[in-house]
């Protein structure tokens, strides 16, 4: 057994000096005599990166006399395409937010009941430390009693992973299952990736509730309405901003897109329509298929999906007589209870027309890789699996899945949860049903949350520890939401000093791990080393000038793009268990599912009852935003829509207050919107609204949460929330 638990460098490590904080980059786009009068005020500008989404948008920070004025984007940055959007613009003011978190604090009073003391970081960490140690003694020395709960986004919460395994907890909750775990699955099963797509070459692009120019994704939003010529065909039981710009509109049933797509498969693969050569030679299962679609004909769609026969055929064979066309994979899909099954059917329409690997369809993604630290995993004798392990079938181990994992830890089945580390996920606004999250939290002897402000789980913590803001901090390189056909790295430089008393996520993990020891007696910070700025350094070693470039520019890439072909002509391998692309997956038969997406209808709702959907609002991400002043005056308030024919049958109008009620006790307020812009048999609003903390006050019981309305269900497959499963009734009051 080693003495230490020092960690090694993968790859090389060329020293290459001083990283240097805070880089100063020169005044390349302006004017000469405009480049003296902005030097004359103290003006400088430093290269960075947007924490406001998951896009990782680059900037260049103007910073006059010490104050960030505004955030420029970095024209050279292919990804986001030159675009910074109204949320990227609102986080130049984030660090001045008087509602941020500016210093540890420690709970006094009641949970939520919002009195807390000033803390140092030591004395946070060793009260942390004591209860911690203290509930662990009683669970016979099991950490697995602490579950670690964390979201991408600050390029920390990787530290924040390696925190959890040398600590010995295999309870890890990420986002992902409240996310995309699903289409991640459905696409995995079928094409053996969940693939980038080639939006700009794709003349012809079918969305299925993914409401692209709301939920930005770069470039994908970018590149499918800059282009007018496009043909966009927009299902969605909400007139999105998406279906505004689409060529069609179709107001689709919930939960019925699997009758959609597989009624295209009838009508390509009955009339010929699909690429015969491409299916005879990539994938598996054809045969099967041709069989079992042939029962999903276009007329029984229709009354299935509630869009006219004739029009699934036109746009069947359009699809297929159109090269490049794609029905795109969407990202955070989990409607319904059959959600990989629908994921797997659009996949599938994608290959039998032969778009996999091919320009303007479906690209596998490829990264630019760095050198990562790996270090020893720390060895507990006491360890146990994680707690939800039985109830999902492929379960990834770092993601766990909400929705069971929250259930087992109320039970304390099979064995008991005492703490919640929390970093960066708001749970109790972005978990569905937010009872539940409390209920959860009143059986915990210790929450600990790292948050820049306030949100709804900060205030119902015990610790609060303060993150240095992504304007202040250094991130090391990263390429998670830039990887894709234009894979790049970019990074975070700090555009002013930390005005608080904060530290970033290396820090608080670092500082935190001195306070505990694993079974050998090495405290934890053994098994960290180096600092961020070294990490950075080394990360892009093996790539010459890669340092530089991201000081100047925020981002490196070497020019490298997603090969596109290289599957088809067998130079990489298709990433299934049969090495072809999977219209017939034998391995989903032997786990006992339907080795074809077979239809299953969606439950009747019952009368004058509606299914609640969610869906992104343009100006906020998630829960995080609707808080922040310049985004706030937009919409000071969220409000629920109705289908205006609905609504007057009911007696109900813009403005009148009413009450949802959902089937598991959720229940709300919130002023109503008429619309003709949703279908009469669901309801919408925004996130981020109806908050619990009071340390939010703009948005403290302002319009109503979905956490609240919405209802806890998941998928066993991937073992996503399902966010689209929940029925509401509506009085007005
Ligand atoms: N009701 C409802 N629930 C949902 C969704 C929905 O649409 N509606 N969407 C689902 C999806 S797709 C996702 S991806 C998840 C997202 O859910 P979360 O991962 O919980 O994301 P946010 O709601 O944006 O909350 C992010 C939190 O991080 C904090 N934060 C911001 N910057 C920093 C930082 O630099 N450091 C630290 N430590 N904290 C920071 C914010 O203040 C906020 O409290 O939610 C899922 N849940
Ligand atoms: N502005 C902004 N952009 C974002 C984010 C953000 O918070 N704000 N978040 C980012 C993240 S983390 C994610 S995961 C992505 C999410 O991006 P998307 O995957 O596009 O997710 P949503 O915006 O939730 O869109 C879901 C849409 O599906 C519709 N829908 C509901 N049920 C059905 C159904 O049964 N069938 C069909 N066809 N449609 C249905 C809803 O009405 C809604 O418009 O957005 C990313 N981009
Ligand atoms: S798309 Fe996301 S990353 Fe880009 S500017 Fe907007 S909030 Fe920032
Ligand atoms: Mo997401």
């Known amino acids: 057994m080693s003495i230490t638990r020092r960690k090694f460098l993968k790859g090389s490590a060329a020293g290459l000096g001083c990283l240097g904080i805070s880089s100063v ?15 004359a005020q103290k003006v400088k500008y430093v290269a960075s990166s947007c924490a406001i989404c998951t896009n990782k948008c680059v900037f260049r920070g103007q910073v006059v006399n010490g104050v960030i004025k505004r955030l420029e984007p970095q024209p050279e940055f292919a ?91 295999p309870n890890s909750l990420r986002h992902p299952t409240l996310c995309l775990s699903s289409v991640i699955r459905g696409f995995m099963a079928v094409i053996g990736t969940y693939p980038s797509v080639d939006v700009i070459n794709s003349p012809f692009i079918i969305l299925a509730g993914a409401d692209r120019a709301e939920s930005i994704f770069t470039p994908d939003t970018m590149d499918m309405f ?71 004909t276009p007329e029984w769609a229709a009354q299935e999906t509630e869009i006219p026969a004739q ?56 990264a630019i890789p760095t050198a990562n630290y790996f270090y020893e995993p720390a060895w507990y004798t006491n360890s146990r699996p994680r707690l939800e392990e039985a109830d999902v079938t492929f379960l990834n181990p770092r993601d766990g899945s909400w929705i069971p994992w929250r259930d087992r830890a109320i039970k304390g089945d099979p064995y008991a949860i005492r703490g919640l580390y929390i970093y960066k996920q708001n749970v ?60 790049t790295l970019t990074i975070r430089q700090p555009l002013i000093k930390p005005m608080f008393d904060t530290r970033s996520g290396f820090e608080i993990v670092t500082g935190l791990a001195r306070y505990f020891e694993d079974e050998d007696g090495f405290t934890l910070d053994e098994y960290f080393e180096g600092d961020v700025e070294s990490h950075t350094r080394d990360a892009v070693a093996d790539y010459p000038g890669a340092l530089e470039m991201m000081k100047e520019k925020g981002f490196f890439t070497d020019g490298r793009t997603a090969p596109i072909g290289d599957y088809l002509s067998g130079k990489k391998a298709i990433n299934t268990p049969t090495k072809k692309l999977e219209l017939y997956s034998d391995d989903f038969k032997n786990r006992g599912f339907d080795p074809m997406p077979t239809y299953k209808k969606p439950a009747d709702i019952g009368a004058n009852k509606f299914r609640f959907v969610v869906g992104r609002h343009a100006i906020h991400t998630q829960s995080m935003t609707a808080a922040f002043p310049e985004l706030n005056w937009h919409m000071p308030e969220n409000t629920v829509w109705i289908n205006a024919a609905k609504a007057k049958s009911m007696g109900i109008k813009s403005g009148d207050m009413v009450q949802l009620k959902n089937r598991t006790g959720g229940d709300v307020q919130i002023k109503a919107q008429v619309t003709e812009g949703i279908r009469p048999d669901c309801v919408y609003y ?18 109503a949460s979905q956490a609240q309305i919405l209802e806890a269900h998941f998928e066993p497959i991937s073992g996503n929330a399902l966010m689209h499963e929940t029925i509401v009734e509506i009085r007005k009051v």
Request: aromatic share 12%; hydrophobic share 35%.
């Open 428 to 487: 109790v606004a972005s978990l569905p049903n937010r009872n539940k999250t409390m209920e959860l939290f009143d059986k915990m002897d210790i929450i600990v949350c790292v948050d820049t402000f306030m949100s709804d789980t900060a205030w119902h913590a015990d610790v609060v520890l303060p993150e240095t803001s992504y304007l202040e901090r250094l991130d090391p390189p990263n390429g998670y939401g830039v990887n894709g056909i234009e894979p």
């Open 311 to 366: 029009d699934i055929r036109e746009i069947a064979r359009e699809f297929a007589g159109t090269p490049g066309a794609v029905f795109y994979p969407g990202r955070r899909s989990s409607w319904q209870g059959n959600d990989v099954e629908t994921r797997r059917a659009i996949a599938m329409v994608n290959v039998i027309v032969g778009n996999f690997d091919r320009k303007g369809g479906l690209i596998p993604s490829v």
């Open 686 to 703: 925004a996130n981020g609204y109806g908050s619990l903390s009071k340390g939010q006050p703009l948005v403290y019981g302002k319009g």
């Open 25 to 39: 980059t020169g005044f390349r786009y302006v004017s000469k005599a405009h480049a003296e009068e902005l030097a």
């Open 79 to 169: 990804k986001g395409r030159g675009m910074m959007c109204a949320r990227g613009n609102a986080g130049a003011w984030t660090p001045y937010d008087p509602d941020r978190v500016k210093y540890p604090m420690i709970r006094t009073g009641k949970r939520g009941e919002g009195k807390w003391k000033k803390a140092t970081w030591e004395e946070a960490y060793a009260y942390i430390a004591e209860k911690t140690n203290k509930v662990v003694e009683e669970e016979g020395g099991h950490r697995s009693c602490i579950g670690f709960v964390s979201s991408e986004g600050t390029y920390h919460e990787h530290y924040w992973n390696q925190f959890r395994a040398v600590f010995g907890s």
């Open 226 to 296: 800059s282009d007018r010529s496009k043909k966009i065909i927009c299902l969605d039981p909400r007139f999105t901003k998406t279906a505004a710009k689409s060529t069609k509109w179709y107001p689709i049933k919930p939960g019925t897109d699997m009758a959609f797509a597989l009624a295209m498969m009838n009508v390509i693969i009955g009339e010929g329509l699909h690429d015969k050569a491409y299916v005879d030679k990539y994938a598996h299962g054809f045969e099967q298929l041709t069989k079992h679609v042939k029962q999903y």
